[in-house]
């Protein structure tokens, strides 16, 4: 995601990093833009308030800073909004998006990455011809990521996507692995503990998807690329009409264009 910032002329001079913890890219960012302030904002309290997390994010400033809760993000207060592999663990995307474009200033833009629907297709294949609920939930495809973003108040969204294929030695290694990842907000997940012989049934049909070299078990993963900017504020004209003093001022400050 970091190669796409090249695209952009715009210089922020705050940039919100929206749970590094999750995805990183702090490291890109400070190369990117090193005369900006690179901010994180961390949705998880218990991430939040680790021991050493602000060291864990700021390693090349002498001064400690500790990371941000969404809520305390100040309106308009970023230039650019930075989330790599945040967006599919959210239970409401587009909630999610609203909280991006009220942080980003007038023209500013957002650049993020998450999952789409290509990912681990053989996996629910399986679990749906065994009759079981779905491993994870839904991930969006980029169009409608791209209508999301429009209703959450963006313009110009800018989609793309690429597969790739990761494999590992065996199923179990596999799972251990998506295990790992964590955040599963599928509401129809199973609530229970599983029997050693749905673990087993599930790692037999792994081993009989088709294998990559070597025999290893293969998962495509779908890359979702998405940029967009918060455009000027246009209110809904009527009979009565309220405007934000926030985006009164952006009105006011953006020179008129001539058509």
Excluded: C, K
């Amino acid at each position: 995601m970091a190669d796409r910032l090249s695209i952009v002329r715009l210089q922020p001079s705050t940039v919100l990093a929206w749970a590094p913890a999750v995805g990183g890219g702090m490291g890109e960012l400070r190369q990117a833009y090193p005369r900006a302030e690179i901010v994180a904002v961390e949705p998880d309290a218990s991430v939040r308030n680790a021991p050493g997390a602000a060291r864990a994010w700021w390693p090349w400033r002498r001064a400690a800073a500790v990371p941000l809760a969404p809520a305390a993000v100040a309106a308009g207060a970023a230039q650019l909004v930075w989330s790599n592999m945040g967006l599919h663990g959210a239970a409401d995307p587009q909630a999610l998006m609203r909280q991006w474009q009220q942080a980003l200033a007038v023209d500013g833009f957002l650049m993020f990455s998450t999952l789409g629907p290509g990912t681990l297709q053989p996996l629910r294949d399986i679990y749906r011809s065994q009759g079981w609920p779905q491993p994870h939930a839904p991930f969006v495809d980029m169009h409608d990521l791209g209508d999301m973003l429009v209703e959450a108040g963006f313009a110009d969204p800018v989609m793309d996507q690429e597969t790739i294929t990761l494999t590992w030695p065996t199923p179990e290694a596999a799972l251990n692995e998506l295990r790992g990842l964590g955040g599963n907000v599928a509401q129809q997940r199973h609530a229970g503990l599983r029997t050693p012989r749905w673990q087993q049934q599930l790692t037999d049909a792994l081993r009989a998807l088709p294998a990559a070299g070597g025999g290893r078990v293969a998962l495509p993963f779908e890359l979702v690329y998405g940029h967009a900017f918060r455009p000027v504020p246009r209110p809904r004209l009527g009979p009565e009409t309220a405007v934000s003093l926030d985006d009164m001022r952006a009105m006011v400050r953006r020179p008129v264009r001539p058509d």
